[in-house]
Structures are given as structure tokens and as C-alpha cells.
Antibody, heavy 123, light 111 residues
Framework: QVQLVQSGPEVTKPGASVKVSCKAS????????MHWVRQAPGQRLEWMGW????????KYSQNFQGRVTITRDTSASTAYMELSGLRSEDTAVYFC????????????????WGQGALVTVSS | QSVLTQAPSASGTPGQRVTISCSGS????????VNWYQQLPGTAPKLLIY???QRPSGVPDRFSGSKSGTSASLAISGLQSEDEADYYC????????????FGGGTKLTVL
């Protein structure tokens, strides 16, 4: 069955970077896209960006002002999200979610989702 | 930045029909389709409705979606205890460089 399995929880310090992985199985990895969404405690879901897994094209939310980088390793069927310049407000659960359109991120839907990875930023 | 507005809570008794609303603007719901997600406690969100009113396979037909102008609605009929969850609407927003925006979520309680 289609499954996205994410890396484990991370505790990191302000100013550092974190890289979360998302391993896909049960489908042709390069035929779909991947979105990243985060959920801070008590906050709404927040979209971070998208990658066309086939060609590596990306689109990011301006809200992250160049701090986020989404990549993929097709040989490992794994997508990655790296967030730099971490601050306490970045403490959140980070989700990957498969996108169904490789060139229409704006008409897409997210299905399925990974289990989430808790990133805690604390000094 | 545009966001979508949902009532924070809703409730109903088993068997009832409940409607959850999502209000947006011309830059998001008014010009793009709406998706709905269900998040059970302690789990990842799950796609419930896509493209305004389409159900993925496996989602019961008790769940239905609709859109009119800059608002969208999720209806749940024949309410069941396992429907107790948080429900989020989402739409693409064309403002600035474009981004997906979500509602704040509606916590549905089955009394």
C-alpha cells in the first residue's frame, strides 16, 4: 500500500538547521509530487513548499523567506525538507504529503500524508 | 496573508447531519478548488474531499463537499462516534507568489 514514512523527532538549537526525510513506498515515486506542511502547537496547518519528484522543480512559500529547501533522492524514493535559521517558533510537527500533479501544485491535493516528524527548537 | 476561516468547534449527536463551513476570499476559494482533511487525535491529516466535492476511494458517502462563491462547506450525515476529529479546509491562494492556505480547523464533537 502507499506509505510515507518520515524520520524521527529532532531537538535542535536556535540558528541551526534541520533536515527531515520522507521515504515513499507502494507507488512510482517519480510519477508524483511531494508537499511539505507543518503544524505548530495550537496553530493551523502551514504549507511550506512542493517538489516535482520527477524533474526536481520546486516551489516554496514566501513565508519561509529562503530558509526552506526541498530535495529528493529518486534512487532511495526519499524526499527531504531542510529548514535553516531555526527559531523557537519553528517548533512544530513537519509532514510530507504526496501531491497528485507534477506540474499543477495549485490544483493539487495532499494524499496520503506521512506520520509527521516533531522538530523542537530550544536553547 | 489570506487565510481561511472556520468555526473552532461543532457538535452533533449520532445519526445527525452536521455542516462545517469555510470562508475565504476571491484570491483563494473564489478562484480555486477546495480540499478537506480529517485529523483524528494524534494522527496525520487524511484527505476527505478534493476538488470541492470529490470523495477519494474509501471515504464513506456520508461525507460531502460543496462550494459557492468564496465559501465552502463539508457536510457529514449519519454522524458516528468515529467522526470525532478536527476538520480542515484548504485552497490555493493566488496572492503574492501563491501558496496553499488552510482553515484554522473545526473540532467536531459527537455528543
Amino acid at each position: 500500500q502507499v506509505q510515507l514514512v518520515q524520520s524521527g523527532p529532532e531537538v535542535t538549537k536556535p540558528g541551526a538547521s534541520v533536515k527531515v526525510s520522507c521515504k515513499a513506498s507502494g507507488y512510482t515515486f517519480t510519477s508524483y509530487a511531494m508537499h511539505w506542511v507543518r503544524q505548530a502547537p495550537g496553530q493551523r496547518l502551514e504549507w511550506m513548499g512542493w517538489i516535482n519528484v520527477g524533474n526536481g522543480n520546486t516551489k516554496y512559500s514566501q513565508n519561509f523567506q529562503g530558509r526552506v529547501t526541498i530535495t529528493r533522492d529518486t534512487s532511495a524514493s526519499t524526499a527531504y525538507m531542510e529548514l535553516s535559521g531555526l527559531r523557537s517558533e519553528d517548533t512544530a510537527v513537519y509532514f510530507c504529503a504526496r501531491g497528485w500533479f507534477t506540474n499543477a501544485w495549485y490544483e493539487d491535493w495532499f494524499d496520503p500524508w506521512g506520520q509527521g516528524a516533531l522538530v523542537t527548537v530550544s536553547s | 496573508q489570506s487565510v481561511l476561516t472556520q468555526a473552532p468547534s461543532a457538535s452533533g449527536t449520532p445519526g445527525q447531519r452536521v455542516t462545517i463551513s469555510c470562508s475565504g476570499s476571491s484570491s483563494n476559494i473564489g478562484s480555486n478548488t477546495v480540499n478537506w482533511y480529517q485529523q483524528l487525535p494524534g494522527t496525520a491529516p487524511k484527505l476527505l474531499i478534493y476538488s470541492n466535492n470529490q470523495r477519494p476511494s474509501g471515504v464513506p458517502d456520508r461525507f460531502s463537499g460543496s462550494k459557492s462563491g468564496t465559501s465552502a462547506s463539508l457536510a457529514i450525515s449519519g454522524l458516528q462516534s468515529e467522526d470525532e476529529a478536527d476538520y480542515y479546509c484548504a485552497a490555493w491562494d493566488d496572492s503574492l507568489n501563491g501558496l496553499w492556505v488552510f482553515g484554522g480547523g473545526t473540532k467536531l464533537t459527537v455528543l
